[in-house]
């Protein structure tokens, strides 16, 4: 699901401000247009076969190009889609918000490291059965805690079905072809080793994942049309990521552009469920075209990089990822009082409880036991800068 755009010191330091970049000459420009840029990713996925290959294809097409920006991105454009239930939200708002305001962008970074970790090393290797089966255990901790919430066997299978049609799906609504035939078999394969890997609560063994990259599909838009509750927690916890992502990327006068854009790219019956409004008719229009070019011009005049972003995480040396977690870590104290100030007096959700605790400051911030401390650390692995020192 990563994408290819600006590396990330890039992104964080001149998205709002574009003026601060250095213009290439017009004898660099004339370089950029009439040398051939290195591609090898596509060159090597043609020689595949996807009934075998799989594993390498998912690898190819999702693990190289990615930086902090499109990992967070991808998370805001996902997370939401999963928690669309009223038992889902309430696990994940609990009654204060959980991570997602007290260790908002710590949340990030231990979701997309563990995501990069299945993507990169596959559903048969030792390291993401480790990963999955800390995930395992996770739930049956909190399953502790709200019985019969991981019991639904159709949201393991809508995680794995959406993740697996993602990409396609989010290429199209930029206006780029979507993956190759090979690509979508190897996708439905990826996806479906994946599913075996967990379980929902009581041990309970999974099933239903539809046969082939069509069966994805009309699985996902059929969970998506079907009519919910729109649960209020899930306006918060939505809120709340979208929030994380825009004020970590997009200085304070340009956060209107950053939520017109997620919500662009947001799946709209998620926004609806939500209670989140929908963007502008003009930015559903023109903001995801201009990602589109964006991906497309990567795709089409710069190099295939050499390394995956698992590889340059996991190569990071002491001193970076200490100041990886430090940075995250300055992030997080600030975000529960930004978020408050914006979002605790909504007027929309005056009888809200949640709403109302947050407003009031009577809510206090989650302190996860030591054991879900040590089971998240397992599950990112060397990928994660969670156990940085």
């Known amino acids: 699901m990563q994408l290819l755009i600006q590396s990330p010191q890039t992104c964080s330091s001149t998205l709002?401000?574009?003026?601060?970049?250095?213009?290439?000459?017009?004898?660099?420009?004339?370089?950029?247009?009439?040398?051939?840029?290195?591609?090898?990713?596509?060159a090597e996925i043609e020689t595949l076969d996807p009934h075998e290959d799989y594993v390498r294809i998912w690898q190819l097409g999702a693990c190289y190009g990615a930086n902090e920006f499109i990992q967070n991105l991808i998370y805001a454009l996902t997370f939401p889609n999963f928690v669309v239930t009223e038992w889902g939200s309430e696990v994940v708002w609990r009654e204060d918000g959980g991570k997602v305001v007290s260790r908002a962008n710590s949340r990030v970074e231990q979701t997309q490291a563990a995501n990069a970790l299945w993507w990169w090393y596959g559903p048969h290797h030792e390291k993401t059965k480790k990963s999955v089966e800390g995930i395992n255990r996770l739930h049956a901790f909190w399953a502790k805690k709200y019985p019969g919430a991981?019991?639904?066997?159709?949201?393991?299978?809508?995680?794995?079905?959406?993740?697996?049609?993602?990409?396609?799906?989010?290429?199209?609504?930029?206006?780029?072809?979507?993956?190759?035939?090979?690509?979508?078999?190897?996708?439905?394969k990826f996806w479906g080793e994946m599913l075996k890997l967990f379980r929902a609560e009581n041990e309970t063994p999974l099933y239903g994942y539809p046969?082939?990259?069509?069966?994805?599909?009309?699985?996902?838009?059929?969970?998506?049309?079907?009519?919910?509750?729109?649960?209020?927690?899930?306006?918060?916890?939505?809120s709340a990521i979208f929030e994380q992502f825009v004020s970590r990327f997009f200085p304070p006068e340009m956060h209107w552009l950053g939520h017109q854009l997620i919500r662009s790219l947001s799946l709209p019956s998620t926004l609806n469920t939500m209670q989140i409004d929908p963007p502008l008719p003009m930015a559903a229009e023109v903001l995801p075209?201009?990602?589109?070019?964006?991906?497309?011009?990567?795709e089409m005049?710069?190099?295939?990089?050499?390394?995956?972003?698992?590889?340059?995480?996991?190569?990071?040396?002491?001193?970076?990822?200490?100041?990886?977690?430090?940075?995250?870590?300055k992030l997080d104290q600030a975000f529960p009082a930004h978020f408050t100030a914006l979002y605790g007096g909504d007027a929309r959700f005056a009888g809200c409880p949640f709403h109302t605790a947050l407003r009031q400051g009577t809510s206090t911030p989650s302190d996860d036991s030591p054991i879900v401390r040590d089971i998240?650390?397992?599950?990112?692995?060397?990928i994660g800068v969670a156990n940085a020192g």
């Open 211 to 238: 046969e082939d990259f069509a069966g994805l599909i009309r699985f996902c838009e059929a969970m998506e049309q079907e009519e919910r509750p729109k649960p209020e927690r899930g306006n918060l916890i939505t």
């Open 301 to 329: 005049y710069e190099d295939d990089p050499p390394l995956s972003y698992v590889e340059q995480r996991e190569s990071m040396g002491a001193e970076q990822r200490r100041g990886l977690k430090e940075d995250i870590e």
């Open 376 to 382: 998240e650390e397992a599950v990112v692995g060397a």
């Open 150 to 188: 991981f019991a639904y066997n159709e949201d393991y299978v809508y995680v794995c079905a959406f993740t697996a049609v993602s990409m396609h799906r989010l290429r199209l609504r930029m206006g780029l072809p979507g993956l190759s035939e090979k690509e979508q078999i190897a996708a439905h």
């Open 16 to 42: 709002g401000h574009p003026w601060r970049k250095t213009l290439p000459s017009h004898e660099t420009l004339g370089n950029i247009m009439t040398t051939q840029p290195k591609k090898w990713i596509r």
């Open 289 to 298: 075209k201009l990602m589109g070019l964006v991906f497309w011009h990567a």
